[in-house]
């Protein structure tokens, strides 16, 4: 793959991280599929404030029950503020330039990381599909609340993923779901954007009654395939294409998060989010107003 051009503005990212197993691997992921850019690594530190061993070791010191809440709460910034230095590290490591924040916030979860990635004026947003509980924010489920939310592309990656996917990271194309709508196009402009290096891919999927055909784009493969199941439900559309990206051993999967009008406008959206329960990639979701 040829070199990102050093005289391109760096992408800004926003990575939400809670030191799990699976937040660790989006950093990762993302440092693989995107070598150049400026990150924020962020930590949503939402009660209970402190990691159940942390909290013991504090109930043990607290004089009285002001005492206590006091020291959970210096204590648990202090953690959260360490774990989120490590996460930067991380980044650093994979040849990021990253920075740590720690936001406090008593749910919303979703909305907090789509009011950052406003406040950072963010290309893009990354989360690992699975998190932890406890003092960790839940990234499993944060990540379907930021999909919907997000003002901008969301990078959602699995874990854990195979060394055939971890390799496809490596050098795999970029494979764009389409059906032709502007949302679909909005989401091939945004691939070519994130990843002007990557060979890309238009994959359509054919259905009854539906000419899904992709426009020839320059520099764009375009593939149709027949749906694998039953024509017209989203999960079946989501599992076509997320079998022909295993097929072609795509790096990332890219959807708009909305597709033609009425129902069919619902029908993608469905697909969108049905992807990133089938899908053993990395899948990019571009907003209806992304562009």
Partial sequence: MTAPDSGARRLRVLVGYDGSPSSVNAIEAAATLLPSVTATILHLWEPPFTSPELRHRVFDRAANPEALGRLIESEGRAEAERLTGNGAKLARAGGWEAEPLVKRTFGGDGYQFARTAEELDADLVVVGSRGLGGMRASIG????????????PVLVVPYPMTTLEWAAAESGPVVV???GSP??????AAATELFPHRRRLLLAVEEPG??????AVEGTESVTVPC????GRPRA????????????????????SRGRG???????GHVARALLH??????????????
């Fill in 177 to 179: 779901g389409t059906d």
């Fill in 228 to 231: 694998t199941g039953r024509a």
């Fill in 141 to 152: 489920s944060v990540s379907e609340l930021v999909v919907p939310a997000s003002p901008v």
């Fill in 183 to 188: 949302p679909a196009q909005r989401a091939l």
């Fill in 210 to 215: 539906v000419s899904p055909a992709p426009s």
């Fill in 278 to 291: 089938c899908a053993h990639r990395p899948v990019l979701v571009v907003p209806s107003r992304a562009g």
């Fill in 237 to 256: 559309t989501a599992t076509t294409l997320a079998d022909e990206a295993t097929r072609r051993r795509a790096a990332v999967l890219v959807v708009g």
């Fill in 262 to 268: 009425g129902a069919r406008e619902a029908l993608v």
